[in-house]
């Protein structure tokens, strides 16, 4: 029983040595992904890129709404001296300016869809080479995104956000 009670002793004191050596030795980072491309220059920059192609497709699309809009006032005004025949015709026709204006809208919604993937696509694996050559340069084990769920908690020495930003604009 004794003997026991030594090996575990002295079992659980190795491994906790063990770890103490490891833990040590290796560093543990985070970094905040979304922050670092935010504050980035070359984040700010595909930013207003974007928010520039948004501002153009906004325009092309209030173009065909202001279209329909004066269709349907001036449907509206001659309803009543228009022939049925005539008034059939242009209820149809407005309603064709109406589904462009959808598809218009859903094509755009879809375009920057697209554009924001393959954006984002590129930064994130661009700032992903800029995080693996820190991490191997400075001796860290892992550098976790800060906004993973899986990440509950972490002290604010570890975070190398600004680091890894700073890098990533020198690039």
Same mark, same amino acid.
């Given at each position: 029983?004794?003997?026991?009670?030594?090996?575990?002793?002295?079992?659980?004191?190795?491994?906790?040595?063990?770890?103490?050596?490891? @833990?040590? &030795? #290796? =560093?543990?980072?985070?970094?905040? %992904?979304?922050?670092?491309?935010?504050?980035? *220059?070359?984040? +700010?920059?595909?930013?207003?890129?974007?928010?520039?192609?948004?501002?153009?497709?906004?325009?092309?699309?209030?173009?065909?709404?202001?279209?329909?809009?004066?269709?349907?006032?001036?449907?509206?005004?001659?309803?009543? @001296?228009? &022939? #049925? =025949?005539?008034?059939?015709?242009? %209820?149809?026709?407005?309603?064709?300016?109406? *589904?462009?204006? +959808?598809?218009?809208?859903?094509?755009?919604?879809?375009?920057?869809?697209?554009?924001?993937?393959?954006?984002?696509?590129?930064?994130?694996?661009?700032?992903?080479?800029?995080?693996?050559?820190?991490?191997?340069?400075?001796?860290?084990?892992?550098?976790?995104?800060?906004?993973?769920?899986?990440?509950?908690?972490?002290?604010?020495?570890?975070?190398?956000?600004?680091?890894?930003?700073?890098?990533?604009?020198?690039?």
């Amino acid at each position: 029983m004794a003997f026991r009670l030594i090996l575990s002793i002295l079992l659980f004191s190795g491994v906790s040595f063990a770890a103490d050596d490891i @833990s040590s &030795s #290796k =560093k543990i980072g985070v970094i905040n %992904i979304q922050r670092a491309l935010s504050l980035s *220059k070359v984040g +700010k920059k595909a930013q207003k890129n974007y928010e520039n192609e948004v501002k153009g497709l906004q325009k092309k699309l209030n173009v065909k709404k202001e279209a329909y809009e004066k269709k349907k006032v001036e449907l509206k005004n001659k309803q009543n @001296s228009l &022939s #049925k =025949k005539a008034l059939r015709g242009k %209820i149809d026709e407005l309603k064709q300016v109406e *589904k462009d204006l +959808k598809r218009t809208f859903q094509d755009s919604e879809e375009e920057l869809r697209s554009k924001s993937k393959e954006l984002m696509g590129d930064l994130v694996g661009k700032l992903r080479k800029v995080i693996v050559e820190y991490g191997k340069e400075n001796g860290y084990v892992v550098i976790l995104d800060a906004n993973s769920p899986s990440v509950l908690y972490f002290d604010n020495a570890i975070d190398v956000t600004k680091e890894i930003t700073k890098r990533f604009d020198s690039k």
